[in-house]
């Protein structure tokens, strides 16, 4: 199975967020959004879930 990832430094905000998250791609999605909702103050929509569905990429494979 693939990984995905998501970088939280890829778009702008007011807290210069840092924050990776790999996994697969729910894991990434579900952990992306409460991420969104309690550091970015997001609301959890759908909408929400899409827009970050659209920023993964895949993951590099880790190093052994």
């Not at 990832?5 to 007011?14: E, G, Y």
């Not at 894991?27 to 959004?33: F, K």
Request: with cysteine; proline share 6%.
């Amino acid at each position: 199975m693939a990984r995905k990832m998501i970088d939280c430094s890829t778009v702008p905000s007011d807290i210069n967020c840092t924050l990776k998250i790999s996994g697969t791609e729910d894991e990434v999605l579900d952990a992306a959004m409460a991420h969104a909702a309690d550091k970015h103050g997001h609301q959890p929509t759908p909408e929400l879930r899409e827009m970050i569905r659209g920023g993964l990429v895949d993951a590099e494979p880790a190093m052994s």
